[in-house]
Nanobody, 117 residues
Framework: QVQLVESGGGLVQAGGSLRLSCVAS????????IGWYRQAPGKQRDLVAV???????NYANSVKGRFTISRDNAKNTVYLQMNTLKPEDTAVYYC???????????WGKGTLVTVSS
């Protein structure tokens, strides 16, 4: 099993920055892709950014150039640096770990990001 704990959310003004962290524990060596999704009120959960074991990244078009995902395997931690935040970035941000060998993925409980205009 894998446990994921997010932190770093909060309230920030438009144009500001936040850095989210997700610490993984458990069977972390079998995690392949790990990353961030977000869900705004009344909307579906969408991909924000993910990074695989080789370091390749994938970003939602809406965050390209503003958000950066990184991964510290020694610390079992994935980060999401969010710059130039906009009110439409307001959402609960969830960490997700994909484990193909088990055919499963795991979710954290989420951290709330609120961007005021």
């Amino acid at each position: 099993q894998v446990q994921l704990v997010e932190s770093g959310g909060g309230l920030v003004q438009a144009g500001g920055s936040l850095r989210l962290s997700c610490v993984a524990s458990g069977s972390t060596s079998i995690i392949n892709t790990i990353g961030w999704y977000r869900q705004a009120p009344g909307k579906q959960r969408d991909l924000v950014a993910v990074i695989n074991g080789g370091g390749s990244t994938n970003y939602a078009n809406s965050v390209k150039g503003r958000f950066t995902i990184s991964r510290d395997n020694a610390k079992n931690t994935v980060y999401l640096q969010m710059n130039t935040l906009k009110p439409e970035d307001t959402a609960v941000y969830y960490c997700n770990a994909d484990i193909p060998v088990l055919g499963m993925d795991y979710w954290g409980k989420g951290t709330l990001v609120t961007v005021s205009s």
